[in-house]
């Protein structure tokens, strides 16, 4: 497996699904999934997208800098370190974030996220 390749593909359709359709973000999540946004903890694929749903962006766009990745045990988890800036419409300044991923697979051959954790990186 192409670590490298899945965490690419995987950041990829997150952020552009996060920028276009915030409600299908649910899909990548199960109901033993936890995210945490900003410290606050939110666990179930249910919970987690009335989260994403629920914030107060109208528009926003992500730019992704840097994407690190790693194995994750012996079931082939992929843990996935993101940084990057959102911009948010109406705003002249872009917000700077880290966000990590572990990527659990299914099955059926994809992956699912079973943790993610997203943080304003506050200068």
């Given at each position: 497996?192409?670590?490298d390749?899945?965490?690419k593909?995987f950041?990829?359709h997150?952020y552009?699904?996060f ?7 649910g ?5 033993g ?7 606050a903890?939110i666990?179930?694929a249910?919970?987690?997208a009335?989260k994403l749903?629920s914030?107060p962006?109208?528009?926003?766009a992500?730019?992704i800098?840097?994407i690190d990745?790693?194995?994750s045990?012996?079931?082939?988890g992929?843990?996935?370190f993101?940084?990057?800036s959102?911009q ?8 700077k974030f880290?966000?990590m991923?572990?990527?659990?697979p299914t099955?059926q051959g994809?992956?699912?996220v079973l ?6 990186n506050?200068a």
């Amino acid at each position: 497996m192409d670590q490298d390749g899945v965490a690419k593909a995987f950041v990829d359709h997150y952020y552009q699904t996060f920028d276009s359709n915030r409600a299908a973000l649910g899909r990548l999540y199960q109901d033993g999934s936890m995210l945490t946004f900003e410290g606050a903890k939110i666990q179930g694929a249910a919970a987690i997208a009335a989260k994403l749903t629920s914030l107060p962006l109208q528009q926003c766009a992500h730019s992704i800098s840097t994407i690190d990745c790693q194995p994750s045990g012996p079931t082939g988890g992929i843990l996935v370190f993101v940084s990057g800036s959102l911009q948010l419409g109406g705003e002249q300044h872009s917000l700077k974030f880290s966000q990590m991923f572990h990527l659990m697979p299914t099955p059926q051959g994809s992956f699912y996220v079973l943790n993610d954790i997203f943080r304003l990186n506050y200068a």
